[in-house]
């Protein structure tokens, strides 16, 4: 049943195993949101052939669909050398889906997958003005998101440059005593 704007949830999928994805789809998607360098979809695509190739090892991806039609997805992985750090690769949606519940869906699905393991992550994302602003106006600060750098006119003027980074935990709040997930997102080694 379509929520107030219209729109039907989406169903969402975790890949797990080495499964028959169409990595021109991605690109498309990715591709409409006119936010993306021509250098940035041959990255794109290359890491999507290394996830297809093998699930995991690094990225992880999950996906929403309205239906058979791709609304978004995010392709994330493990910081080298760190315990409960993760960065976001590409977190992309598509344009019929700016502003709705499918940029937000997707970080509550992420933070799910992460907290099902590590029960505390930080989540870090670097992206540009134009990127964020194909995800919705302002996404990551309204999603809980600290702004932790800020370069302006990074890429050109108007599109500035971001790293965003917002700490999730399963229970809790820890304290800070320096031995752990509570020492300010440092991972301890």
Known sequence: MPGEDGFHAPDARYFKENVMINIREYELLTLETGSYRDIELEILK???SA?????????????????????????????????????????????D??????????????EERLLERTGYAVIRIETSRLKETAIGDGFFPAAGFQTMG????????????????????????????????????????
């Open 46 to 48: 290359e890491t999507l």
């Open 51 to 95: 996830w297809k190739d093998s699930p995991g090892a690094p990225y992880e991806l999950i996906e929403l669909r309205d239906g058979a039609v791709l609304a978004g997805f995010c392709l994330f992985y493990r910081s080298p050398n760190t315990d409960y750090t993760f960065d976001i690769h590409t977190f992309v949606v598509g344009r």
């Open 97 to 110: 889906y700016r502003n709705k519940a499918v940029g937000p869906r997707l970080l509550e699905l992420l």
């Open 150 to 189: 800020h370069i302006p006119g990074f890429y050109e003027a108007d599109n500035d440059y971001y790293i965003y980074v917002r700490a999730v935990s399963a229970g809790k709040p820890r304290r800070d005593d320096g031995d752990g997930p509570g020492d300010g997102g440092r991972d301890p080694g």
